[in-house]
Nanobody, 123 residues
Framework: VQLQASGGGLVQTGGSLRFSCVAS????????MGWFRQAPGKEREFVSA????????VYADSVKGRFTISRDNAKNTVYLQMNSLEPEDTAIYYC?????????????????WGQGTLVTVSS
């Protein structure tokens, strides 16, 4: 396994969760990382991304101000802190490692994908 995500679960509206995604060093160093999600019956969509050194971050409009992406390169780990969760955030969340060092919204930019972790937000 090269990308291992954890932290999903069931939470009430307004609650918080934090995802962690641990990557192999070969995959993680110097690579931009991203989070995507896929809700039932919908296409996979971009959530957030971070450049290799954390200097640049990008968010989908739907999560801006509620979610925060960060990374710890010493631990080969990228995090997604999710606050003020809403039922619309219910989805399987995937972490991904980019082909380059930048933060990108594009699905095609990402070469490696984790297995996905489920978040269910109850109303």
């Amino acid at each position: 396994v090269q990308l291992q995500a954890s932290g999903g679960g069931l939470v009430q509206t307004g609650g918080s969760l934090r995802f962690s995604c641990v990557a192999s060093r070969r995959m993680f160093s110097n690579n931009g990382m991203g989070w995507f999600r896929q809700a039932p019956g919908k296409e996979r969509e971009f959530v957030s991304a971070i450049s290799w050194n954390g200097d640049s971050t990008v968010y989908a409009d739907s999560v801006k101000g509620r979610f925060t992406i960060s990374r710890d390169n010493a631990k080969n780990t990228v995090y997604l802190q999710m606050n003020s969760l809403e039922p619309e955030d219910t989805a399987i969340y995937y972490c991904a490692a980019g082909r380059g060092s930048a933060a990108s919204r594009g699905t095609e930019y990402y070469r490696y994908w984790g297995q996905g972790t489920l978040v269910t937000v109850s109303s």
